[in-house]
């Protein structure tokens, strides 16, 4: 009995190291995919604000086509003015543009720059990027686009990741059985 009791130690602590590798390996990829999934629109805000302090218009800025936030993938802009109002917008959500959470503005007069997981109505959640311009004219422009296609991707690597982890917990036991087994005394 000593030997199984010892045998169930090994692998209960092989079995929590190989969870928090796994926990650890998901973490990391969800937040590098999460990161990396605003990268266009920094630029792309980036560029519209230093079009609009150079005193381009919002019309040359923002697109005409309309995006439908709720279904296409492609990005689009909001262009706000000083106090908050709406400019410009090349996205809308079931014909409007929607508001921001409160407070967002607040942060990038502060700062400069937010980067923000916004999710307007459920179901739509949208990687933004507000920048603040100053210049001719003052205000901010958010950039962004879906998450659909990275959430699906990190869910589908959280799949991935619990089946590995599985086989591993499984591995593990055979491994530290066979081992129990083959030191037995005969």
């Known amino acids: 009995m000593p030997k199984l009791n010892r045998a169930l130690f090994t ?10 590798v796994c926990f650890l390996v998901y973490f990391v990829q969800q937040q590098t995919w999460r990161a990396v999934a605003n990268d266009p629109q920094i630029q792309m805000a980036r560029d519209a604000a230093a079009a609009l302090a150079a005193g381009k ?14 279904r296409s993938l492609a990005p689009f802009f909001i262009v706000f003015d000083e106090k908050g109002a709406v400019l410009g917008a090349s996205g809308a959500l079931r014909g409007n543009v929607p508001r921001l959470p409160a407070g967002v503005l607040d942060n990038v007069r502060n700062r400069g720059e937010e ?18 311009y100053s210049g001719a004219r ?3 422009v958010l950039a962004g686009r879906s998450l659909e296609e990275t959430e699906t991707r990190i869910s589908q690597f959280g799949n ?15 491994v530290v059985a066979a081992g129990n087994w083959m030191l037995a005394p005969a």
């Open 11 to 20: 692998w209960l602590t092989l079995a929590v190291l190989a969870t928090a």
């Open 57 to 70: 218009s919002v019309d040359t800025v923002v697109p005409k086509d309309t995006v439908d936030m709720e």
């Open 115 to 132: 980067r923000v997981t916004w999710q307007p109505i459920g179901g739509v959640r949208i990687a933004s990027v507000i920048v603040s």
């Open 138 to 140: 003052q205000g901010y």
């Open 160 to 174: 991935l990741i619990g089946l590995a982890w599985l086989a591993t917990l499984v591995g593990l036991f055979v």
